[in-house]
């Protein structure tokens, strides 16, 4: 049972990146699925993610019309689309998956039953 994250590396501004997770052993169906990431110094942070419950998506505002999250139940998996990317994009990204009652902004990384591994994401010329 595990989320194997993909997709990370180095990336120059203005660029794209797309990082995928694979869920085994469990289904990603109607399940809250997020993206983390954590800057060097700083607190992690919800980027985006998903409640099947009510079709909401969230998204931060540092990111908001330059990321897409997406899953596809056919190949279980997840995905966030980065375009435009900034060097304050820089950070470990984390996926998670999991059942909550509630938004899925409103639960931390650690909360999540099925978390990625990270993949690190660097953006620099």
């Known amino acids: 049972v595990q989320l194997q994250a993909s997709g990370g590396g180095l990336a120059q501004p203005g660029s794209s990146l797309k990082l995928s997770c694979a869920a085994s052993?469990?289904?990603?169906?109607?399940?809250?699925i997020a993206w983390f990431r954590q800057a060097p110094g700083k607190e992690r942070e919800v980027v985006s993610c998903i409640s099947p419950h009510d079709g909401s998506i969230f998204y931060a505002d540092s990111v908001k019309g330059r990321f897409t999250i997406s899953r596809d139940n056919g190949k279980n998996t997840m995905s966030l689309q980065m375009n435009s990317l900034k060097p304050e994009d820089t950070a470990v990204y984390y996926c998670a998956a999991d059942r909550f009652s509630l938004r899925c902004n409103l639960y931390g990384l650690s909360e999540y039953k099925h978390r990625g591994q990270g993949t690190l994401v660097t953006v620099s010329s």
């Open positions: 052993g469990f289904t990603l169906d109607y399940l809250h």
